[in-house]
């Protein structure tokens, strides 16, 4: 599979809806998003805990109302095709996401995000298997398969090898994380991983996803070990080289 990295982020303004309208053009599998929530509960699609990066302007999400953050240009630093685009709800990116594509939802911020999360996905049109949820903090990734069982949940890891060739974190400590929080499986940085770890990983009955992959070589490389999904900033890009790839 392959999930567009804060929608076609390489080619349109990240986590927007023309980023996202993109990438479905494009032939995504899936997209994946960030997630934050407003002073007054709403569930917005930004990377960052304040809007300085993407809007210029530097008012922290958490304490900013939805009507505040929706006067803010965010799409004018990728060109003027893109001025006028505001930070979207999660509402209004689910509407985006056709029949049988999937959405990766990245928790930003903290636990106080869980419940407002699930309410959004509750009054959608989307199927369980469409939604998943990815976190760099185990915890919420926990309690998020505390609350919402039968929703996929994945780890996310920033995976690091050492210069006598071991992991940080190591494949047992990994593994360790995984089962203690009921993760699905772990989506790991693309730089240090290799055939063994990934191998070992499935093995135990986990699944192994990779971000962010902007590399065919690389891209393909992940594909041959089978990792279920390669996260990247160029889905067309990559998708259609995969594609091409591909046996008939």
Not at 76 to 82: T, V
Not at 85 to 112: D, N, R
Not at 145 to 172: C, R
Not at 227 to 236: A, E, K, L, M, R
């Amino acid at each position: 599979m392959i999930v567009a990295h804060r929608g076609a982020s390489g080619e349109a303004p990240e986590n927007t809806i023309p980023a996202f309208n993109l990438a479905w053009k494009q032939g995504a599998d899936a997209i994946e998003g960030d997630f934050h929530l407003t002073k007054d509960g709403h569930v917005v699609c930004i990377h960052d805990a304040n809007t300085k990066k993407v809007a210029g302007k530097n008012l922290v999400v958490k304490d900013t109302t939805l009507a505040e953050l929706k006067k803010l240009d965010v799409g004018i630093k990728k060109g003027a095709a893109f001025k006028g685009t505001s930070i979207p709800t999660i509402g209004e990116v689910f509407e985006t996401i056709p029949a049988e594509k999937k959405i990766y939802i990245e928790i930003k911020c903290g636990l106080e995000i869980i419940s407002p999360l699930l309410r959004e996905v509750s009054k959608s049109q989307l199927k369980k298997e469409q939604v998943v949820f990815i976190c760099f903090d185990a915890k919420i990734i926990g309690a998020v398969k505390m609350e919402a069982p039968y929703f996929k949940a994945y780890w996310l890891s920033n995976v690091k090898q050492n210069q006598d060739g071991s992991f940080t974190p190591s494949l047992e400590d990994s593994l360790a994380t995984l089962r203690k929080v009921k993760a699905d499986g772990m989506s790991s940085s693309s730089s240090a991983v290799n055939d063994k770890f990934i191998t070992k990983l499935q093995m135990t009955g986990f699944e192994h996803h990779v971000w962010t992959v902007n590399e065919i070589k690389v891209a393909q490389w992940f594909a041959d070990q089978g990792t279920q999904s390669v996260t990247t900033d160029f889905p067309g890009r990559i998708k259609g080289a995969l594609k091409a790839k591909a046996p008939n």
